[in-house]
């Protein structure tokens, strides 16, 4: 790991944090390092959802790091991490992929002592898959308003694959400049999980660089792109009942999982699941009043 005292900024990067960078074989990842100088512990490695970066994790990580090392990553073609290159897309299995090589070149020590890993969204379904596959090297699991990919029936395979493919071809439309990051947190406010004007200002200036005269969103737009398959819930069912890790799955009771019915039978396929129910919407890690979450995660990963 190459990393760098992150100084007091107008951008609000913690000040108790490190700007650390990840070097892989084909990209290079980037995140922020809450260190701990004290204990022994395994570290716990932490990985945020779609269109985040690790600034999401900055309320939890300071509570997690009074305990062992930290590291939020920011996924590839988020945050200040590399994007795939031309011709290429991000696959979800990429992503669990460029978590198992991070691990094994930066984390080797989880051969003897495995390591934590902390997910939102996406970050956990990708733990989750990694956890499922390699599961002598994770100690201990928590998905953060996430159980499971994103599913589909089988006979979508096709119509999924060509939208997919047709927007490959079309591309991606030029960038919106905004005048300041004031304008863009505005936007991000009201997406998909809305977010209150403070967790937006938190998260969106780590996916924002300067042009023209503005910003435009450092975030790879393919990232927006149709994915060209995904799992059926067979599948997604046999990749949980894989999950042999101690899991804890934080339940928002206003997050984007709220109400789906498969999640209860999903809940039963691993094994020993812990389950916590707090309150807040799907970022409930970062915005609103974090005490339960981080209490339910403290509780579960450190014994406290």
Request: one cysteine or more; a negative charge; aromatic letters at 6%.
């Given at each position: 790991?190459?990393?760098?005292?992150?100084?007091?900024?107008?951008?609000?990067?913690?000040?108790?944090?490190?700007?650390?960078?990840?070097?892989?074989?084909?990209?290079?990842?980037?995140?922020?390092?809450?260190?701990?100088?004290?204990?022994?512990?395994?570290?716990?490695?932490?990985?945020?959802?779609?269109?985040?970066?690790?600034?999401?994790?900055?309320?939890?990580?300071?509570?997690?790091?009074?305990?062992?090392?930290?590291?939020?990553?920011?996924?590839?073609?988020?945050?200040?991490?590399?994007?795939?290159?031309?011709?290429?897309?991000?696959?979800?299995?990429?992503?669990?992929?460029?978590?198992?090589?991070?691990?094994?070149?930066?984390?080797?020590?989880?051969?003897?002592?495995?390591?934590?890993?902390?997910?939102?969204?996406?970050?956990?379904?990708?733990?989750?898959?990694?956890?499922?596959?390699?599961?002598?090297?994770?100690?201990?699991?928590?998905?953060?308003?996430?159980?499971?990919?994103?599913?589909?029936?089988?006979?979508?395979?096709?119509?999924?694959?060509?939208?997919?493919?047709?927007?490959?071809?079309?591309?991606?439309?030029?960038?919106?400049?905004?005048?300041?990051?004031?304008?863009?947190?505005?936007?991000?406010?009201?997406?998909?999980?809305?977010?209150?004007?403070?967790?937006?200002?938190?998260?969106?200036?780590?996916?924002?660089?300067?042009?023209?005269?503005?910003?435009?969103?450092?975030?790879?737009?393919?990232?927006?792109?149709?994915?060209?398959?995904?799992?059926?819930?067979?599948?997604?069912h046999a990749s949980l009942a894989a999950i042999r890790t101690p899991t804890l799955f934080v339940r928002a009771r206003k997050g984007l999982l709220a109400k789906r019915g498969v999640l209860d039978k999903r809940a039963e396929l691993i094994s020993g699941l812990t389950i916590a129910d707090v309150p807040g919407g799907h970022h409930c890690h970062l915005d609103g009043d974090t005490v339960p979450v981080v209490s339910a995660i403290k509780r579960f990963l450190f014994d406290v």
């Open positions: 790991m190459i990393d760098a005292v992150v100084a007091g900024s107008g951008l609000a990067i913690p000040a108790d944090c490190r700007e650390a960078h990840w070097p892989l074989e084909n990209i290079t990842l980037a995140g922020l390092t809450w260190p701990n100088h004290r204990e022994a512990r395994p570290p716990v490695v932490m990985v945020h959802g779609w269109l985040d970066n690790a600034m999401t994790f900055t309320k939890l990580a300071p509570e997690l790091s009074e305990f062992t090392n930290v590291h939020a990553i920011d996924l590839a073609g988020h945050g200040h991490s590399g994007h795939r290159p031309p011709g290429f897309g991000y696959w979800l299995t990429d992503y669990v992929a460029d978590l198992c090589e991070l691990i094994d070149l930066h984390f080797s020590e989880a051969d003897q002592q495995p390591l934590d890993l902390v997910g939102h969204s996406l970050g956990g379904i990708i733990c989750g898959l990694y956890a499922a596959a390699f599961p002598e090297r994770v100690g201990r699991l928590v998905m953060i308003d996430s159980l499971g990919a994103l599913s589909r029936n089988a006979e979508d395979t096709v119509p999924q694959l060509r939208r997919a493919l047709q927007k490959k071809m079309n591309g991606s439309a030029p960038p919106t400049v905004y005048p300041d990051m004031a304008t863009a947190a505005r936007i991000r406010e009201g997406g998909l999980s809305p977010l209150s004007p403070e967790a937006a200002k938190t998260l969106v200036p780590r996916n924002m660089r300067s042009q023209g005269g503005g910003f435009i969103w450092r975030t790879d737009a393919r990232l927006r792109h149709p994915t060209a398959l995904m799992m059926t819930e067979e599948q997604v």
